[in-house]
């Protein structure tokens, strides 16, 4: 019987020759991903007493979650970083305004193929659009895993997802992968490493992909992989400073479930308050007024995404009454904006332009909402409350486009690929 | 592990999120586990925490805890005492962490469905036995499947930061 791809790399990486699914084993990991949190995680590790981190080089910790700090305790969460940072030599930490975790991550060229990245946050999955192993873990985990260099996995059942066909000209992955997620629901996935192929896939960019992985958190998978091609070399090259060696499933690898999706004829998506799989054609909500629209995210603040929303308020003014709240992804993505003009474009249609970070995703800071506010995002969750504020309150998730063009009007409106 | 009495507490409804558990907003304050408890569940409702005592349980539906990885919105029913959580099914990631901070997290769909079945089961009364799984209510035994293996080894010593410090001292 073939192997599935998460199943050969955990084999990799964790020394075996020959692992089963359904078998526990222990996994070291290439890199450990941490942001604001690692404030609190570095006192859990001071707590179990090791005399050094297990490896500085493979800790990796970028400060996104709240920033800049909206008030003095974050910015103590900061400096307990900085200090932790400075004690035990960790070399990959990136103060604020280097961007967001899963986009400084790859950009900076520490995400390897085929090796298992170890996150402390639920979108660590975006990693796979590398293929690597993307796994979320918790704070406790993190801190463990600092200390260790390892922990235990549970080889996971795969689902393969097929997506065929060449969608019209308003369609963006993010309405692709939204449909995928109302079909197989928020637990379809759940303990599934989800692997992605097709036509569709073949031809997406690389931004695309990290959407893609990013939001399969969203239906419970352990992890979403897209194997390593041309495009995937192509981002690594410059980057990546080791060679690699690509791992991919057998032919005759054994799938849970095989999930075929063809999105020739798909509309625009977006997913309705409180479930991110509670998912509809754009149309059957336009209409309804948006307070706050909301361009950014490790799902969708990538230049690309911002390009689109760009092209789509070149001339234009957000709605009256309407705000634009834009946080660029990393640094690495702002000035490239900077660079194509996008954000003169931003600027002037009426947009608020923000350090790169995460930003009112988490409903921490930066743009939350008040009582009776309604939300169109870019983001990946739009759980009651989840933008800071629970009464009377609605987010709805949909692309870039879908949020550019719904901004003009002041509320969701279809895009139509003009 | 000792048995576990207490009442359990029903949240009628399938993915229960981390958000609802325990809100973002709250999620870069470091707070001791007794003051994360008095967040817990608020956007669902306010005040929730102060219907739960010592060894009470949650019961709901499917994929309790998805979303974030927010370890706190397992902390806050420890600093609560709860007994534990009790589902048809969790998130991944949330029944990681509950085995990993050391709380009880049970999944017996046939357990929720019974007490989904009642026109009111909140504040019955259940006993849980954490070694055999079983779950006793109303007279009746609800089977369950104990941890084993990795698993029960990091539960066992009282969760991970235990665990990882007696591995680090044996080393």
């Not at chain 1, 995400?111 to 192993?133: K, L, Q, R, Y």
């Not at chain 2, 949240?11 to 709250?26: P, Q």
């Not at chain 2, 989904?116 to 779950?135: H, M, S, T, W």
Request: with cysteine.
């Amino acid at each position: 019987m073939g192997k599935t791809l998460i199943q050969k790399i955990i084999e990799k990486n964790s020394g075996k020759s020959n692992v089963e699914v359904g078998e526990i084993v222990f996994v070291k990991p290439s890199v450990i991903l941490s942001h604001d949190n690692s404030a609190d995680i570095s006192k859990t590790f001071e707590k179990m007493g090791p005399k050094k981190v297990f490896d500085p080089s493979k800790i990796f910790i970028a400060l996104d979650h709240e920033v800049p700090p909206p008030d003095s305790k974050k910015a103590l969460n900061h400096s307990i970083i900085r200090e932790f940072v400075k004690k035990y030599g960790i070399t990959n930490f990136f103060d604020c305004g280097e961007g967001i975790c899963h986009q400084v991550l790859p950009e900076k060229g520490l995400v390897e193929p085929s090796s298992v990245v170890f996150g402390s946050d639920s979108h660590t999955t975006t990693h796979g659009a590398f293929g690597a192993a993307g796994i979320p873990v918790g704070r406790t985990e993190t801190a463990s895993l600092w200390a260790l260099g390892e922990t235990w996995l549970k080889v996971p059942e795969s689902f393969k997802v097929i997506i065929n066909g060449a969608p019209k000209k308003n369609i963006s992955p993010k309405d692709v992968i939204l449909h995928i997620i109302g079909k197989i629901g928020a637990d379809g996935a759940t303990y599934i490493s989800v692997e992605f192929t097709g036509e569709y896939v073949d031809k997406m960019s690389m931004g695309g992909r990290m959407t893609f992985c990013n939001l399969s958190a969203e239906m419970g998978a352990k992890d979403a992989i897209i194997p390593v091609d041309e495009t995937t070399r192509t981002f690594l090259k410059n980057r990546l400073k080791k060679e690699y060696e690509p791992l991919y499933a057998d032919k005759d690898a054994k799938y849970a479930k095989i999930l075929e999706f063809d999105v020739t004829n798909l509309k625009p998506q977006i997913a309705k308050p409180h479930k991110v799989d509670n998912v509809t054609d754009v149309s059957e909500v336009a209409g309804k007024k948006i307070d706050v629209f909301f361009l950014g995210t490790c799902t969708n603040g990538r230049t690309e995404d911002l390009e689109t929303a760009a092209k789509i308020l070149k001339g234009k003014k957000v709605k009256a009454g309407s705000r634009l709240l834009v946080y660029p992804a990393s640094r690495e993505v702002l000035l490239e904006c900077i660079d194509k003009g996008i954000i003169k474009t931003l600027v002037e249609a009426g947009g608020e332009i923000n350090t790169p970070a995460c930003g009112p995703c988490l409903g921490a800071y930066g743009g939350v909402l008040a009582p009776n506010e309604r939300a169109l995002s870019t983001a990946n969750r739009n759980f009651k409350g989840r933008m800071g504020c629970s009464e009377n309150t609605e987010v709805y998730l949909a692309s870039p486009a879908t949020v550019a063009v719904s901004a003009i009007y002041g509320e969701i409106t279809e895009f139509k690929g003009d | 592990m000792d048995k576990i009495k207490g009442k359990i507490h029903v949240i009628k409804e399938n993915d229960v999120n981390t958000d609802l558990i325990y809100a973002g907003k709250y999620t870069y304050e470091i707070l001791t586990p007794e003051e994360m408890g008095k967040k817990t569940l608020e956007d669902f409702e306010k005040d929730y925490y102060k219907k739960m005592n010592e060894n009470d349980f949650i019961l709901s539906g499917t994929n309790f805890g998805c979303g974030s990885s927010r370890e706190q919105a397992v902390t806050c029913f420890k600093g609560l005492k709860s007994g534990g959580i009790i589902a048809k099914s969790f998130s991944r990631l949330y029944f990681r962490n509950a085995v990993n901070k050391a709380l009880l997290v049970i999944e017996s769909p046939e357990f929720v469905d019974y007490i989904f079945a009642k026109d009111n089961g909140e504040n019955l009364d259940v006993e849980v036995d954490p070694n055999k799984g079983e779950i006793l209510c109303e007279g009746k035994i609800f089977k369950f499947a104990p941890l084993t293996g990795q698993a029960l080894e990091i539960f066992s010593a009282g969760g991970l930061a235990e665990y990882t410090k007696r591995k680090l001292a044996a080393m």
